[in-house]
């Protein structure tokens, strides 16, 4: 622990070398600086440093060391426990870091390390060209593809670290590397789903496919319908091509345009179908669905980068999520996962989504520390509310879910789907023997674990 004078001193001169705006307790501003996604989290840093390159994230990093505090990384600050956070942490705040350039020759794109998803989406859009994205338009790159990276691509695309080409990193030392199959290979398998452990990721390539046509079906139920609606898109998807994904989900209906008013604010059924392709293919795939008695139905081509804000939460909101991997879904999962929809609390922005994998996401390399790979579906409640009393409800539904689809679960999870659910957890989120390994590489990267504000690998 640094004496005050010295970490007072250290403080005024990165006030004064930082590009970026800095932030200590009792400045104006500080408490807006340390706002995230999730407003149940209220952590209190030491310094909040908000870069606007590379070269202040390396001052960032130092000053840290200095002083001999922990490091935490800030992207769109989307992690649902509040890990782009630290009490008394050195914040490397990268929101000022947007930077992204497509190069349509060679298919790939270069994303500064705070760029969100709608920055790159936006950016590849002219070129109809794109690549797996999260699926809300503000959550950030890095902490994205860095954890492993799911949205409607990955079934035709992979998962986002499927398209890592490489990472410019600032590590514990504050030293600039680069990582990719060619330069630090192991630390470049480590980011393939090891997170923020290893350093801060101030730029990532990745690879992109063509993406000339995207097409979605969004038609609306009533819960009678749910294990119908939900058994006929499990076909639909187990039928159709890999292009094809989206999520069977339960919801309370949002005032949205695609919602009859009479049934805003009601619990509802959806049925989502993405489909990398023609509206005209799609339709067809869809047919089951459009079969089905339905409430309201959205259907046609639309700009992938627009489909990619379509269910955009807003910040602010109180958020507990979890996730189970399955083996399968027969009827009787289908059967939990509508029991658990049916008991969905109400009226809150709480989801329960039954996704499909499968496609490319387990054809895809077998090497990385991503052992959900192989879960052909995986179902993610996701609560989402306003009010402080509905904490309880709220989180103990979710964990209900759990509880209920663990029958099928293969035991593995996609660690950027879960909160803070101890180490257990992350080592199913990484595999058993890819945690020895991450562990290793930690050593080499970080032995005094100054990144550890994330699902932690600890130096072995
Ligand atoms: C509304 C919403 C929708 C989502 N949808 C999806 C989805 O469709 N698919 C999906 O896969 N996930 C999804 N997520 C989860 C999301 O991928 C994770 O929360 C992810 O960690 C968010 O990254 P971030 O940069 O926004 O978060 P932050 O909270 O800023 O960071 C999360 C973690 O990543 C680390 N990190 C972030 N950026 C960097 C960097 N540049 N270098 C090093 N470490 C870094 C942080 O230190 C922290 O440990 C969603 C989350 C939300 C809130």
Known sequence: ?????????????????????????????????????????????????????????????????DLDLPVAVRG?????????????????????????????????????????????????????????????????????????????????????????LGVELVTADGERIHASGDENPDLFWALHGGGGNFGVATALTLKLHELPEFSIALLLYLPEYGREVTRTYRDVIAAGPDE??????????????????????????????????????????????????????????????????????????????????????????????????ESVPVPTGTMHALFPQGGAIAAGPH??????????WAVHPFGLWEDPADDERCVQWVRDVRTAVRPWSTGAVYLNFIGDEGTDRVVAGVGADNAQRLGQVKRRYDPDNVFRFNHNIKPI
Request: aromatic share 6%; proline share 7%.
């Open 76 to 164: 769109g600050g989307h992690s649902v426990a509040g890990m782009a956070l630290g009490d008394g942490a050195v914040v490397v705040d990268l929101r000022h870091m947007r930077a992204v350039g497509v190069d349509p020759a060679a298919e790939a794109v270069r994303i500064a390390g705070g760029a969100t998803m709608s920055d790159l989406d936006r950016a590849c859009q002219p070129h109809r060209l794109a690549t797996t994205g999260g699926r809300a338009s503000t959550t950030g790159v890095g902490g994205f593809v860095l954890g492993g990276g799911s949205g409607w691509l990955d079934r035709c695309c992979g998962l986002a670290v499927d398209n890592l």
């Open 1 to 65: 622990m640094a004496s005050p004078s010295k970490a007072g001193a250290a403080l005024a001169a990165l006030r004064e070398d930082l590009v970026g705006d800095v932030f200590a307790p009792g400045d104006p501003g500080y408490d807006e600086a340390r706002a995230v996604f999730n407003a149940m989290i209220d952590r209190r840093p030491a310094v909040i440093a908000q870069c606007v390159d590379e070269s202040d994230v390396v001052r960032s990093v130092r000053f840290a060391r």
């Open 244 to 341: 094809a994904s989206g999520a069977a989900l339960y919801m309370t209906a949002p005032p949205a345009e695609f919602v009859p008013p009479h049934l805003v604010g009601t619990r509802l059924v959806a049925a989502l179908l993405t489909y990398a392709g023609t509206e005209a293919d799609l339709r067809k795939l869809a047919e089951p669905l459009l079969a089905l008695p339905h409430e309201s139905e959205v259907v046609g081509a639309m700009p992938y980068a627009d489909v990619q804000c379509m269910l955009d939460d807003p910040p602010g909101m109180r958020n507990y999520w979890s996730a189970e991997y399955l083996t399968d879904a027969p009827d009787d999962l289908v059967d939990a996962f509508c029991a658990s929809g």
């Open 367 to 376: 090497e990385y520390p991503v052992p959900y790979r192989d879960a052909p």
